[in-house]
């Protein structure tokens, strides 16, 4: 009986410790800087409503995405976004476009229902695949609509961001510089497109 107690002490302390898992580690896109210059443009005086922002429904979880082959992706228990990426990244985009545009009056639909603008700006982000340690890919398209509900402007973009090395935390960082870049060239787009006398 001495001999048995001991084994069953040792054999109930190994399930225990084979039962743990390690914590998940979360991520944001944190606030670093956008990529480009400051676009020239009278969007300053402009009042701009980020209609939305999508996400491919792939990336709309909590746990980051990895691409492996044409047909198979990753996804990651244990390393997850801090908060849903369907929320952060219009904010992210939001922030981009003040700052390039030199525009204060960028806001989300949600935040400021019922609001007047003099630009409405939809975003659609078709597609993210990240590989590690080597790239990731984000294709988005956009309409830029005067308050008078006309399209003014339509554009997209390709992005391809190199990913250095196979931690997640570099992924993030590949996403958030994808995100600055199609950021910018959105910017382009909405200096071209006058307001409408609506939202004044």
């Not at 956008?34 to 009278?42: H, L, P, Q, S």
């Amino acid at each position: 009986m001495k001999k048995v107690l001991p084994a069953l002490v040792l054999g109930a302390f190994l399930l225990v410790a084979c039962g743990t898992t390690p914590p998940s580690r979360l991520y944001t896109l944190g606030t670093e800087a956008v990529a480009g210059d400051r676009v020239a443009t009278n969007a300053g005086s402009q009042r701009i409503e980020l209609v939305s922002v999508r996400i491919p429904e792939l990336w709309d979880r909590p746990q980051i995405v990895l691409t492996k082959s044409a047909n198979e992706v990753g996804i990651s228990e244990f390393h997850r976004w801090a908060a849903p990426l369907k929320s952060e990244v219009p904010r992210v985009v939001a922030r981009d476009l003040r700052r390039l545009l030199g525009a204060p009056d960028v806001w989300l639909r949600d935040d400021f229902a019922g609001a007047k603008p003099d630009l409405r700006v939809q975003v659609t982000i078709e597609r993210i695949d990240a590989v590690a340690g080597q790239g990731i890919q984000l294709d988005a398209a956009w309409a830029i609509r005067p308050v008078s509900g006309d399209v003014a402007a339509v554009g997209r973009t390709t992005i391809i961001e190199p990913i250095s090395g196979t931690a997640y935390e570099t992924v993030v960082t590949a996403l958030r510089s994808a995100l600055s870049r199609m950021s910018a060239a959105l910017a382009k787009d909405i200096a071209t497109v006058p307001g409408g006398s609506g939202g004044r």
